[in-house]
């Protein structure tokens, strides 16, 4: 059976660091990307990031860009989203999702985790 797991969130300080986990299991070769994204209280969800488990190249929203860094395990079949110097406005429920190919749109992505809360506050 597919499934999607997040895991790794939770209230961190401004400035601080989180490493969110996302362990698949149950998917076959066709769905060879990984994105990671989020969902902010009143408003739409966007991306974070991606990564092409063909050959390894990320990809990530400007908005993250040199904060943020996705990599992967590919023996425990694990995506991790490393987050640096977060803010407040990086808190969000984060996704991770499974689909053929890296892309910005999210109906792209064919599977989702049931997320993780990111809360950066003081």
């Known amino acids: 059976q597919v499934q999607l797991v997040e895991s790794g969130g939770g209230l961190v300080q401004p400035g601080g660091s989180l490493r969110l986990s996302c362990a698949a299991s149950g998917f076959t070769a066709d769905h060879t990307a990984t994105g990671w994204f989020r969902q902010a209280p009143g408003k739409e969800r966007e991306g974070v990031g991606c990564?092409?488990?063909?050959?390894?190249?990320?990809h990530y929203a400007e908005s993250v860009q040199d904060r943020f860094t996705i990599s992967r395990d590919n023996a425990k079949n694990t995506v991790y989203l490393q987050m640096n110097s977060l803010k407040p406005e990086d808190t969000a429920v984060y996704y991770c999702a499974k689909g053929p190919v890296c892309a910005r749109v999210i109906g792209r992505y064919d599977y989702w985790g049931q997320g993780t809360q990111v809360t950066v506050s003081s």
């Open positions: 990564i092409s488990d063909s050959d390894g190249r990320t």
